[in-house]
């Protein structure tokens, strides 16, 4: 606990050293919302954060916010058992019946090539569609996989590499929830550990690419991206 409090004051207190947007509030964080009539190019948003952090439902905020009624939301989970057919009908009731929902579970790229021009879209989430590429629909135990590593971990990238292409050339306002896996225990079995090291792979080459990215703690959403940036320039210029 002690770890996280600090933490908190030390990203308050660098941010407002780098002359930073108030950070803890995700209202007055600049350029997070975009004024009518103005010419909206393409734009990408990833979300992250952890189990119950409070991801879906900041990302969810900022689709209305930019799109209103008129948006639309792609699920890629897979309804397996009951306890993931509860999850879903909370997501689906908790959201407006006015936006289309669109269920794929692999070929997003493809989904969004079929876009209009300009729409705002929600991707919920990008962790699951890992998951889905990366198993396949096969059945492995937890100390084996029955695939190349390298040749899966090369055609996630290349699906996540094609949404973002998609995204540009359609010029989408795209919204993307991730998890964020690196910050718990090591996976104890080789699957676990293979998945951890793609999703991180992957939130990483979304984030270069995306204008904005923000991390939720507990419901609280952080824009990270400008400050990390600004971070990253202190160590870069020339002296």
């Known amino acids: 606990m002690g770890i996280v409090r600090h933490f908190g004051r030390w990203l308050i207190a660098t941010s407002q050293k780098l002359n930073c947007p108030n950070i803890h509030s995700s209202t007055n964080i600049r350029g997070l ?89 929600l991707l919920d989430c990008l962790t699951l569609l890992i998951s889905n590429l990366l198993l396949d629909d096969e059945e492995f135990g937890e100390g084996d996989y029955g695939f190349n590593r390298m040749d899966k971990e090369e055609e996630i990238i290349v699906e996540v590499k094609r949404i973002i292409g998609e995204a540009k050339e359609r010029n989408l306002t795209l919204v993307v929830v991730s998890n964020e896996v690196g910050q718990g225990l090591v996976p ?29 703690y507990a419901g609280i959403p952080v824009e990270i991206k400008e400050l990390g940036m600004k971070i990253k320039r202190q160590f870069t210029m020339d002296n």
């Not at 009539?37 to 930019?66: D, H, N, P, W, Y």
């Not at 699957?191 to 904005?212: H, K, M, T």
């Open 33 to 121: 919302y975009h004024h009518k009539g103005e010419v909206q190019l393409s734009r990408l948003i990833l979300v992250l954060g952890g189990a119950r952090s409070g991801k879906s439902s900041f990302a969810e905020e900022i689709v209305t916010k930019l799109g209103g009624l008129d948006v639309t939301y792609l699920a890629t989970s897979e309804v397996r058992d009951q306890e993931m057919a509860d999850r879903v009908a909370h997501h689906q009731n908790s959201r407006p019946a006015e936006w289309t929902t669109i269920e794929e579970s692999r070929y997003i790229s493809d989904v969004l090539g079929d876009l209009n021009e300009g729409a705002v879209v």
């Open 188 to 216: 104890t079995y080789k699957l676990g550990r293979v998945y951890r090291d793609i999703v991180g792979q992957v939130n990483q080459l979304v984030a270069s690419e995306a204008d904005e990215v923000y991390i939720t």
